[in-house]
């Protein structure tokens, strides 16, 4: 009779164990994720991360030229075919249109319904990716050595002159002003009007894009193996030494927290400038990641993988895709993750992902639709 009435207790004290268990160590309650559905993508890696709007609707661009329309439930609603190769990431204005640049030195807008709505031509490729004002200006890079600005009808609103390839992405600020890197070893700070704020020199060439902090630092790397982070007035705060030179862009936690790649390793640093972990992977890593709000950070892994490690560098868990994943990877705010290799992949879990962190920057191009653009930002 004893033995009968533990039984209840003995049950009361394992539910508690794992609700414990769930509350302390969040990793434990996560259920493995799985692929929801794939999308074969034409003939070669796409290096384009996806966009996606508020209905679902995910914009992916690939390395052979074309930009697909993606349901939420994996079916292809169209596809569009752009002069050559794009790697500029697509970005949704608030009526829908979809702007994207190409290496047929076009710069692109097409309709939701996948109409041609203008080009406007430059002087060279467009791998840049475009950021959104809030007036709807678009802003972005070429090879030229051109940065432009260009009305929502594809008319030139201006242009400013650098002297090197700029194929950083532009980042905005609340204020409006438009932050981008060049070649020329110089990062800039350019008034809404298309005059020179401040520029900032560094030692190597600026080919990853900036990310900006709900305090109005802004965070960019350069490939003299520095990590800078920089006042809204051009003043340097702090700068970091990782030895860094590849692609990868950074991305924020709620918390302020910074997170990228430096070469094969993922990284996390501090918002004063402090080296808080590293790790490192067989190859080099070019893409961004992506914080969730649940505190995974999620990696593409150019030896086919997806990542997901904890916000201190524990692991989470892998996921392993079919080949190379170059593309930074997207977070819907279903909870959804987004990858894209020679396939669109949409990744959750049984008891769902975690949408984007609330922060100014959880992602490459800083939210879902890939604005490129702070809303807010908090004094420091």
């Known amino acids: ?39 074969q993508l034409p003939y070669t890696a796409a290096s384009s991360s996806p966009a996606i709007v508020p ?10 030229g074309e ?37 047929d030195r076009k710069f692109y807008a097409v309709t939701p319904q996948g109409r041609l709505k203008w080009t406007f031509q430059t002087g060279a490729w467009v791998d840049s990716s ?44 609340a204020d409006g002003t438009i932050y981008f890197g060049s070649h020329d070893k110089r990062f800039y700070a350019l008034k809404p009007d298309g005059t020179l704020r401040w520029s900032f020199a560094t030692g190597g060439q600026i080919i ?8 109005g630092t802004i965070y960019f790397t350069s490939t003299d193996g520095n990590f800078y982070a920089l006042r809204s007035d051009g003043t340097e705060r702090w700068r970091l030494h990782t030895g860094g030179a590849t692609e990868s862009s950074p991305v924020l936690d709620e918390n302020g927290n910074i997170y990228l790649a430096v070469n094969a ?16 992977t067989p190859d080099l890593i070019d893409a961004s990641p992506a914080v969730a709000a649940n505190g ?21 868990w892998r996921l392993n895709t079919f080949l ?40 490459f191009r800083a939210n879902p639709r890939h604005t490129g653009r702070v809303e807010r930002e908090k004094p420091r």
């Open 1 to 39: 009779m004893q033995r009968r009435k533990s039984k209840p207790l003995s049950l009361a004290v394992t539910l508690a164990c794992l609700l414990w268990l769930a509350a302390h160590f969040p990793c434990a309650a996560q259920s493995d994720p799985t692929n929801v559905w794939t999308v």
């Open 55 to 64: 209905d679902g609707t995910i914009y992916q661009a690939t390395f052979t």
């Open 67 to 103: 930009l697909l329309a993606v349901t939420p439930a994996g079916k292809i609603e169209w596809t569009f075919k752009a002069g050559r190769e794009i790697k500029s990431s697509p970005a949704v204005g608030d009526d829908g249109t979809i702007y994207f640049g190409s290496r």
């Open 130 to 173: 475009p950021a959104l004002g809030a007036d709807g200006t678009i802003y972005f890079g070429s090879w030229d050595t051109n940065f432009y600005a260009l009305h929502p009808d594809g008319s030139l609103e201006w242009i400013f002159p650098t002297c090197g390839i700029v194929d950083s992405s532009p980042a905005l600020g």
């Open 208 to 215: 990853s894009s900036p990310a900006i902090a709900a305090d």
């Open 265 to 280: 390793d993922r990284a996390s640093i501090s918002p004063d400038g402090k080296s808080r972990w590293d790790s490192s």
């Open 296 to 316: 995974l950070v999620y990696y593409s892994q150019p030896w086919h993988a997806i990542a997901a490690v904890w916000q201190d560098g524990s692991s989470a």
């Open 324 to 363: 190379r994943v170059v593309a930074s990877p997207s977070i819907g705010k279903d909870g959804t993750l987004y990858i894209a290799e020679y396939s669109l992949r949409a990744i959750n879990s049984t008891n769902r992902l975690a949408p984007p962190a609330n922060s100014s920057w959880p992602m």
